[in-house]
Each structure stands twice: as C-alpha cells, then as structure tokens.
C-alpha cells in the first residue's frame, strides 16, 4: 500500500472547507472527515444530473464536455471509493484517509473554499502592500453578461477598458501625469449572482492611491481622497461609452440612436449552452414544463421603503452599476484578507440550501431584495441546469493583475511584500529570505490551520506528529481497505449507553453558550 508516497499534502486539495470541527478532552479543534455524500446539494446532482442530460438529450441537445467534467468529478470529490492518502501519526500509530477533491471551478463548494482561502491568502501575504485599498465593483446589462459568458475572450478587452478608465482618474486625481504615475490593482471574475443566476460582474480590489517614482528613488505612494457620487456617475457613463464602442469595433454589438443589442454568430442547435446561459442570466426557468417563464421568488419580508445606506457610492449608466464604497487602511491585514475572502467565495453556500414540502429546492439569498425577496424556488432540474450554467469554459482566468501588481511590471519587485517580478535578482541559496518571499502554495494542512485553527499535523490522540504514509490510486486496493473497514466496523460490539448525556444546569447555560444563547422558552415559535 506504500506506492507513491508523498512528503506533504499538495496531492490532496481536500474537501476541507466542510469538514467537521469537533474538539478534543483537551479542548482543542480536531479535524473530521466531511462526507459529501451526505449533503443535499451532492444528493440532489447525483439524482438529477442524469435526469438533465435526459431531457436535453430528448430536445436533441447536450451539454459540452467540460461541463459534464464538472459534474462528474464534483460526484467523486471527497468520496474514498475514488482515492485516498494514507496519513499516519508517528507516535501511536492512529491513522486516518483523507478523499482526493475535485479541484474545479464552477460550483463545488468545498473545492471552491479552498481556492478561496489560498487566493486570499496569497494576495493580502505576497501581493498587495500595506497602503490602503478600496473595492470597485462593476456590474453589466443583462446581454453584456450572456456575451462575456458564452464569448469570454471579449470579457478581457472590456476589462482593460475598466481598469485604464479608473487608474486614469487615479493618477490625475493625484495631480499627477500618467508617464509619472502608476496604480495597481487586482480583479477576480464572480460569474455568480446571490439567487444562483448567471451575472458576470467583476470585484477590483484597486490600491487606493498612486506610486510616483522620480529622481531614480524608490516609489512612494500617495493616497487619494474616495471618489464621490459626481465622479462615480462620469467614470460609469464613460465606461459604457468606451465599452459599447469598443464591443461595436469588434462586431459584437450594434446600436442606434435608441437601442442597442448583440449581433452574434447562430449558435449549434446541439449545443444546450446558450439557452441554459440566457435563462440563467434572466432569471427564468430552463428546463420542464414551465420553460421560459420567470423562476418563483419567495418574498417573506415586506418591501424596504427607506434608503439604502450602501448606496452612497454607487451610480448606475445604461444598464451599467459601479460601486466603489468599501475601503480598509494598510494595516488593517485581517480586513484586508476577509476581503480577498469575500471576493474570491464560493458560488454555491450549502447551508443556505434546503427542500420545501413540495420537493422543490430553495436556496436564501445572501441579502433580501428590496421588494421582500428572500428566497428562490427551483424545480430540482432545473436547480442543476442552474449549476450547468455557472462552469466557466475551460483556459479562462478569473483572477487577473494591473499595473504595478502586474507580473510584468518594472516596479512590482519594489512594491509587492513578496519582491518578486521583472528585473529583481534571484536570491542565491546562501540568501536569508523571509518567508513571504519565499512562495510556495498553501498545503491542504496549512488551510486547515489557517481558516479553522484545526493543526492536522498533529494527531489529536497523543500530540504526535501526523504525516502522509501512501497515495492509494488502484481500485482493487482501494475496494479492498475500504471493505476491511467496513468488515471491522461491523464487528466491533457497541457498548450501551449507561448513562443520560450530561447537560449543565439551565443557570449555568448562558456561560458556555454566550450572549446571544436563548431557551427554547426565549426563542418562541415560528
């Protein structure tokens, strides 16, 4: 069982953003084995991903093939039938199988955690240096989201628009000319909206200021004041402007003194995409009998009457949305690494997902709309054809660098805490280097331990050191261990509870549980 062995965790991108985080007699957070098996989004894909293959295959349709890629390996992610590493403490021997993930894109949630966790990671450590930074984001039309999706090459074009529009207002907000002046920033690509729709719309994480490099002494930043309501309103209209022309030179786009609208090539009539893609990004159903009609919203709340607060810095031109009203300070290092987070989360959030009595699936959204809508209603097919809809086509980057963040900016090994980028010399081997500078991807264990407190490394029986012992790859050896499992847990006798759970005195709850804990008396009934 020791063939390829492996001395860290790279092998094992891990199903951890869902494990279970259990405590020891010491107190401290050990790690369990998530099953996705178990879970209602794996259930509800493993019964009714054939039923949509099934139908689109009646309507003479298929999907492409990275999609189907997507949801079989998202079937086999986190399940030990497909593979395991061996891992195994030194000390007492106690030893336990950690699943191989999937590691894709589009909307396994633990896979999607993990890329969260290691993208936040590297940029608020290696990528951005403390100067403040704000947050920009730019949301689109309702055809510009199906054009980016369906045609993602013009997605880049029109996102070197957005970033020269904004460093340009930067730069000579500063006083300062572009020649003299550089600003940098970082973009992650979210092809998801809260009710699961499709809306591509871009998170641009800007550095709140502008470097200046003169007289051969190194950059100093300069902030800038927050920009206002005015210069959000002309940064938006010219965005559009410059994107609609753009898009029009391409011939994309064809408009009028009155309208504008898409002018692309007939889709393949095999091919499912496009109608799953416009459904998805008009909110409307793909799939059954009610196809073409809007999906069901919830509304359990009444409609907000008064203002939105965070409306404040957002202005809105030809279907066209920026928003520029969140910032954190340089040294506000956990701020600033909740917001890589926060940009770089998951489409899919597994506890906001439930069924109804009907057997339809409901999934809360992250926020309320404004008219009371707090839930969205699916039929399970449909749910899936939704999922079908947020896979990116495969070789499309989602995380792209400007400026001087960019690899191949002259300054970037001047400003970045890594010092890495073009023309910084190598450091030798008998080099003291931080550890920031010294990059190497985030192991499945070091995730753990960043994100939960959980130290895998360490066993949680006797304190010994835990590593990995054996990749298991061969079906016949992994049916094998698997059944040996299965065959001890069978035989090994269950000893009867003696004794009630312990429970501490109803006085004494509000000290373990907190604040916010209330009785079952105190929480009422809904």
Not at 206 to 228: E, H, I, M, S, T
Not at 365 to 394: H, M, N, S, W
Not at 454 to 469: A, F, L, M, T, Y
Request: hydrophobic share 35%.
């Amino acid at each position: 069982f020791f063939f390829k062995q492996k001395t860290a965790y790279e092998m094992c991108g891990r199903d951890w953003s869902s494990d279970v985080c259990s405590s020891d007699l010491l107190g401290h957070a050990t790690y369990e084995r998530h099953r996705p098996e178990q879970t209602l989004l794996y259930q509800l894909v493993e019964k009714h991903y054939p039923a949509l293959v099934e139908q689109l295959a009646f309507q003479g349709k298929s999907l492409p093939t990275h999609v189907h890629r997507e949801f079989e390996a998202y079937l086999k992610c986190g399940r030990l039938e497909h593979g395991f590493l061996r891992v195994r403490c030194d000390k007492c021997h106690f030893e336990r199988l950690v699943a191989f993930s999937c590691k894709k894109r589009g909307f396994c949630p633990s896979c999607g955690a993990h890329r969260m966790a290691e993208t936040a990671a590297l940029l608020a450590e290696e990528v951005f240096p403390d100067v403040p930074l704000r947050q920009w984001v730019i949301s689109f039309p309702f055809p510009l989201r199906y054009l980016f999706a369906a045609h993602p090459q013009a997605m880049g074009k029109v996102l070197a628009i957005i970033y020269r529009t904004i460093s340009t207002h930067l730069i000579h907000k500063a006083g300062y000319r572009l020649k003299d002046g550089a600003t940098g920033a970082v973009t992650l690509i979210q092809r998801f909206g809260s009710a699961l729709n499709l809306n591509i719309h871009f998170h641009i994480l800007f550095l709140d200021g502008v470097y200046v490099y003169r007289d051969n002494r190194p950059p100093r930043f300069q902030r800038v004041k927050a920009p206002n309501k005015d210069e959000l309103e002309d940064l938006v209209q010219l965005i559009s402007q410059r994107v609609g022309r753009c898009l029009e030179r391409q011939g994309l786009l064809e408009q009028d003194t009155e309208s504008a609208w898409l002018e692309l090539e007939p889709a393949d009539d095999t091919d499912a995409m496009p109608h799953l893609l416009g459904s998805s990004v008009s909110y409307r159903i793909a799939v059954g009998p009610q196809q073409g009609r809007k999906a069901f919203m919830i509304r359990t709340i009444r409609p907000l009457d008064r203002p939105d607060p965070g409306l404040e810095r957002v202005a809105k031109a030809n279907g066209f949305s920026l928003h520029a009203g969140v910032n954190c300070e340089g040294h506000q290092k956990d701020k600033r690494e909740r917001l890589c987070r926060y940009i770089a989360r998951p489409a899919v959030a597994v506890p906001r997902l439930s069924l109804s009595s009907t057997g339809k699936v409901l999934y809360t959204l992250k926020t309320p709309y404004r008219d009371g809508t707090t839930q969205v209603a699916f039929e399970p097919v449909d749910f899936i054809a939704r999922l079908a809809a947020l896979v990116p086509k495969p070789r499309v980057n989602l995380t792209r660098f400007h400026g001087v963040l960019a690899p191949n900016h002259r300054w970037r090994g001047l400003v970045t805490p890594a010092k890495r980028g073009k023309g910084v010399m190598r450091p030798s081997d008998n080099d003291v280097v931080s550890p920031t500078e010294r990059h190497a991807a985030m192991t499945w264990a070091q995730r753990l331990k960043r994100v939960f407190n959980i130290d895998i490394e360490v066993c949680s029986h006797c304190g010994g050191s835990v590593k990995v012992i054996a990749c298991i790859e061969d079906q016949d050896v992994i049916d094998s261990i698997l059944a040996h499992l299965r065959d001890k847990e069978q035989g090994t006798p269950t000893l009867p509870h003696l004794a009630p759970p312990t429970r501490a005195p109803p006085a004494t709850l509000s000290l373990f549980a907190g604040s916010e804990f209330q009785t079952p008396h105190q929480q009422g009934r809904y």
